[in-house]
Nanobody, 119 residues
């Protein structure tokens, strides 16, 4: 059973930073086909923020690549998302995702962590 738990969200003022973390059980980030962070605003489609492929290739959303950094820690089996210069528009729920391959591809999601940017 694969289980993902996000943490690090909260209330911050505009211009401040947050570091989100995702802890995994039942799978490891190093062996996954792809790991990444997504966000979903109310009544909108879930969208990619940043991802890491198995071989280490990193992909960022064009609108976020200058403000975010994604990384993974094999020893702790965690994945982080560093977000700088936060704006009120960044307010939404952020989700951790892991995609694995064993005969077929499978995708797993955490329950999300709330980020609120307000003065």
């Amino acid at each position: 059973q694969v289980q993902l738990v996000e943490s690090g969200g909260g209330l911050v003022q505009p211009g401040e930073s947050l570091r989100l973390s995702c802890a995994a059980a039942g799978t490891d980030f190093s062996g996954a086909s792809m790991v990444g962070w997504y966000r979903q605003a109310p009544e909108k489609q879930r969208e990619l923020v940043a991802s890491i492929e198995r071989r280490g290739d990193i992909d960022y959303a064009d609108s976020e690549k200058v403000r975010v950094d994604i990384s993974r820690d094999s020893a702790k089996n965690t994945m982080d998302l560093q977000m700088d210069s936060l704006k009120p528009e960044d307010t939404t729920i952020y989700y951790c995702n892991v995609r694995t391959w064993k005969v077929i591809s499978q995708s797993y999601w955490g329950q999300g962590t709330q980020v609120t940017v307000s003065s």
